[in-house]
């Protein structure tokens, strides 16, 4: 699943007219190279979540067959349902089990058939008959190191390879790629505005939340100067 149903705020005024998973950096659109690197790995059943100018995004797009990939449209009504609320309420859109979900507005090498081992163990994990109250891992986030503008990261990495709350360990900061067992959402409200950092939280607390460093090109295009520079990279 690809997260782009948000206005980005910050990058306007170019998204008061242009989705923001359009706006291109060398001539191609954010959201088409994350969609070519999920096919590249073997990701080609995608499901897409939309809001802000969701006509536009879709007629852009279409089906995703000139990728590859097999698109299947997850509407919200404005202004979206932030990224908890996104993946419960795109529920009857993805296959019950580990599911990949990334952001569409990340710029990064990252490989995402490094993945592939992680979704088998978190569906092994969820399709366990006690999957709610075993200690196992039931989503993997990947880690970057600190960028400029979140210097006090988000979660630390144990050496067990469980995510902690950091409270003595480094923290790093959430890359915005995971792997979530579609049965952390079936409880929550699928129309209810809801953001996934409490769940994180909670989660993590529980010791549910595995995860990896990933040290290669990340860049999350949150304005327009990140915009500028990437394009003039």
Same mark, same amino acid.
């Given at each position: 699943?690809?997260?782009?149903a948000?206005?980005?705020?910050?990058?306007?005024?170019?998204?008061?007219?242009?989705?923001?998973?359009?706006?291109?950096?060398?001539?191609?659109p954010?959201?088409?190279?994350?969609?070519?690197?999920?096919? &590249?790995?073997?990701?080609? $059943?995608?499901?897409i979540?939309?809001?802000?100018?969701?006509?536009?995004?879709?007629? !852009? /797009?279409g089906?995703?067959?000139?990728?590859?990939?097999r698109i299947?449209?997850?509407? $919200?009504?404005?202004?979206?349902l932030?990224?908890?609320?996104?993946?419960?309420?795109?529920?009857?859109?993805?296959?019950?089990?580990a599911?990949?979900v990334?952001?569409?507005?990340?710029k990064?090498?990252?490989?995402?058939?490094?993945?592939?081992?992680?979704?088998?163990?978190?569906?092994e994990?969820?399709?366990?008959?006690?999957q709610?109250?075993?200690? *196992?891992? /039931?989503?993997?986030?990947?880690?970057v190191?600190?960028?400029? &503008?979140?210097p006090?990261?988000?979660?630390?990495?144990?050496?067990?390879?469980?995510?902690?709350?950091?409270?003595? /360990?480094?923290?790093?900061?959430?890359?915005?790629?995971?792997?979530?067992h579609?049965?952390?959402? !079936?409880r929550?409200?699928?129309?209810?505005?809801?953001? /996934?950092?409490?769940?994180? *939280?909670?989660?993590?607390?529980?010791? *549910?939340?595995s995860?990896?460093?990933?040290?290669?090109e990340?860049?999350?295009?949150?304005?327009p100067?990140?915009?500028v520079?990437?394009?003039?990279?």
């Open positions: 699943m690809i997260l782009a948000g206005r980005g705020e910050r990058m306007r005024p170019l998204t008061d007219t242009t989705p923001k998973p359009l706006l291109e950096i060398g001539g191609k954010l959201i088409v190279r994350q969609i070519e690197a999920l096919v &590249y790995a073997g990701f080609d $059943e995608i499901v979540n939309v809001a802000w100018l969701a006509d536009k995004m879709q007629e !852009t /797009l089906d995703g067959s000139r990728w590859g990939a299947a449209w997850s509407v $919200e009504a404005l202004p979206g932030e990224t908890a609320g996104g993946i419960a309420h795109a529920l009857p859109l993805l296959k019950p089990g599911v990949l990334t952001s569409a507005d990340i990064t090498s990252f490989d995402y058939r490094e993945l592939i081992p992680r979704l088998e163990m978190i569906d994990n969820g399709n366990k008959a006690a709610l109250s075993e200690a *196992r891992p /039931l989503a993997h986030l990947v880690m190191p600190n960028p400029p &503008y979140h006090e990261g988000d979660f630390a990495l144990g050496e067990d390879g469980l995510l902690t709350l950091g409270e003595t /360990l480094p923290r790093l900061t959430f890359g915005n790629i995971g792997i979530y579609t049965a952390l959402f !079936t929550m409200d699928p129309d209810k505005r809801e953001k /996934l950092t409490p769940h994180y *939280r909670k989660w993590i607390a529980r010791r *549910r939340v995860g990896a460093l990933f040290s290669g990340w860049k999350n295009v949150g304005t100067e990140d915009l520079q990437q394009n003039d990279s």
